[in-house]
């Protein structure tokens, strides 16, 4: 089932020559309109009309977030503030939020790509979505809304939090589809068995989350826990919000809406782009947006792309892998780069279900520390002190041939290490301190 | 039937301990032997309660990682000598012991004391047959 499907099964030379037209249409406005484009442009001296090709792509300057927040808050907005009808933000943790703006035509885009995106899901106007994404400034609840009332849905705009009440809401009101954080539906699950709700005794047989990277583990765990098919869907604000990439039914890689974005693999170190198949950085180049148009942002999501047709659903639109880390959360300790999602990795492979854990970094001396928290679950608890003693030295040891580095292993309690509802916390790095 | 014993992970930070018996009292769930390893970072505490099953869900219920595991309990002549005689028989058998308790009540006859070995079935029946009395699980729980 499509939403679209002239545009999402479009023949790849189309899609191309689409993309093409609409890059050329969006470089001349951007260089026209938004002066840190045309100053970005002449430095480096490329014209609109270098650009023939979809490969002349690659003479265009990288936007980063250092770049949104130097132009805070309206100054890379292609149109005046008068034709801007939505304003959303992102969360500022570091300094100013990033603000982004859509025009009337924008928020229309961005509903039929999310009504798109819930389809892709196997969504449908007979769904009653249950959307515990947040609302406000942060793009995941309005956009999954007015894409599911652009689906005709039937949308409970819930939004975060209260969980107890999600659950009775999903029972009583007939939930089929819960969209929201993946570490927030493990939450919901946990707080339904604690209440003693069975899967069954709800309708829900859909669940797509995203805002977050999230493991095949957990999605079988979700799917288990919850009684539902678990699909992931992907976006962030700067580029429009959720609905830039979105798993089908095969849920085996994620389409990203080519008709509206160009994605690009690179290396985050060199900016060259990467083998196809090898993991790098996302970038993305908005091709239809008028408020906010973006050349080439640098999205620091690491991904890969899954190369050949998709062989479940017939969209010709191409596909990333889950995103598997990102470049910020990159430490290097001891001159070694490590992302957290290997230590999730390691404790998957470990049979570890629902592995929650906590990255400590500190400095003693000149020496950097990397201390793991890992909460012990029932499975793996033992009475014998030798035993738990052995379960330390097996993570231990797996870490140490991941990772390259040696880290102290220390057993917690459950529940000790942060959840937060809405994106889990995974490292904290004493040394900036 | 065995010994039910209760065991309860904990991290070595204050109010643990009082956490865990605070979940029990609550529940009205008596103590009957209790004891703790640990080592820097952790500790491991194990009970023998009146009610181990009712243990195990509320215990879980506030969120502990516990387990539940078959232990021996065996009543000694309350006499110099009397651990050593069942120690040398489970040596004898090739029944390695991992850890011992006393309980702090007594039996009819004796001290009595907790074992945790692999094999407690064979460990039950040479206690029986070399004449030292092996406590049931309801016999205990209700001491
Ligand atoms: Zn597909």
């Known amino acids: 089932m499509y939403w679209n499907q002239k545009a999402e099964c479009m023949p790849r030379d189309e899609l191309r020559e689409l993309q093409l037209e609409r890059l050329k249409q969006t470089v001349s406005r951007v260089y026209h309109d938004v002066p840190h484009y045309r100053r970005q442009f002449q430095e480096i001296g490329v014209r609109p009309e270098d650009i023939n090709s979809l490969e002349d792509l690659r003479l265009l300057p990288f936007t980063t977030k250092q770049d949104l927040r130097d132009n805070y808050p309206y100054d890379m907005f292609a149109v005046p503030l008068s034709e801007v009808v939505r304003i959303h933000a992102s969360s500022g943790t570091t300094g100013k939020p990033t603000v982004v703006g859509y025009t009337r035509r924008d928020l229309a885009t961005w509903a039929e790509l999310m009504a798109r995106a819930l389809v892709c899901g196997g969504a449908s106007r007979q769904d009653v979505i249950q959307n515990a994404f947040g609302y406000g400034l942060f793009t995941g609840g309005l956009g999954i809304h007015y894409g599911a009332e652009c689906l005709g849905a039937s949308v409970i705009p819930i939004s975060g939090g ?8 999903m029972k009583d009101f007939g939930t089929t589809v819960l969209t929201c954080t993946p570490s927030y539906a493990l939450h919901i699950a946990e707080v339904m068995a604690e209440m003693g709700v069975k899967p069954e005794e709800t309708k829900l047989r859909c669940g797509i989350f995203g805002a977050e990277p999230w493991s095949e583990n957990m999605r079988r765990n979700l799917e288990a826990k919850l009684g539902i098919d678990a699909y992931d869907i992907y976006g962030l604000s700067e580029v429009i919000g959720p609905g830039v990439a979105m ?30 198949g090898e993991p790098g950085e996302l970038v993305i180049t908005t091709i239809t947006k008028e408020a906010f148009p973006l050349i080439r942002y640098r999205t620091r999501d690491v991904t890969a792309m899954i190369e050949g047709e998709c062989p479940n659903c017939g969209r010709t ?17 001891r001159g070694v780069n490590v992302f957290p999602s290997q230590v999730e990795s390691v404790l998957l492979s470990i049979g570890y279900t629902e592995p929650q854990y906590l990255l400590i970094v500190d400095r003693e001396g000149n020496l950097d520390t990397l201390e793991i928290q890992v909460e012990v679950s029932s499975q793996f608890f033992s009475d014998k002190v030798r035993g738990l003693e052995e379960l330390e030295a097996v993570i231990r040891r797996e870490i140490e041939s991941t990772l390259g580095i040696s880290a102290k292993v220390r057993l917690v309690e459950p529940k000790t290490i942060q959840r937060s509802e809405g994106k889990a916390v995974r490292v904290v790095d004493r040394r900036q301190i | ?22 979940t029990l009292a609550a529940a009205q769930i008596n103590i009957r032997a ?14 023998i309660v009146n009610d181990p099953d009712r243990a195990l869900s509320v215990l879980r219920e506030d969120g502990f990682t516990v387990g539940q595991t078959d232990v021996i309990a065996v ?9 050593a005689g069942v120690l040398d028989l489970l040596e004898q058998a090739q029944l390695n012991v991992e850890y011992l308790y006393a309980f702090i009540g007594r039996g009819s006859n004796g001290a009595l004391v907790i074992f945790r070995v692999e094999e407690v079935e064979e460990a039950q029946s ?7 009395r092996v406590l049931e699980g309801d016999a205990l729980y209700s001491l």
């Open chain 2, 34 to 47: 209790l004891s703790i390893a640990d080592t820097s970072d952790f500790g491991i505490l194990r009970l």
């Open chain 2, 126 to 132: 040479k206690l029986s047959q070399a004449g030292f």
């Open chain 1, 317 to 333: 639109h191409m596909r990333i892998g889950r995103i598997t880390g990102r470049t910020d959360d990159m430490l290097i300790i």
């Open chain 1, 162 to 169: 209260n969980t107890k009440r999600q659950v009775m809401i």
């Open chain 2, 1 to 22: 039937m065995p010994v039910k014993q209760i065991s309860v992970f904990l991290e070595n930070k204050s109010g643990r301990l009082a956490a865990v018996t605070r």
């Open chain 1, 247 to 276: 798993e089908c039914q095969g849920k085996h890689g994620l389409h990203i809406f080519e008709d509206h974005f160009i994605a690009e693999i690179i290396d985050p170190q060199t900016g060259e782009p990467v083998a196809p």
């Open chain 2, 75 to 83: 009543e000694m002549p309350d006499q110099p000598g009397g651990l």
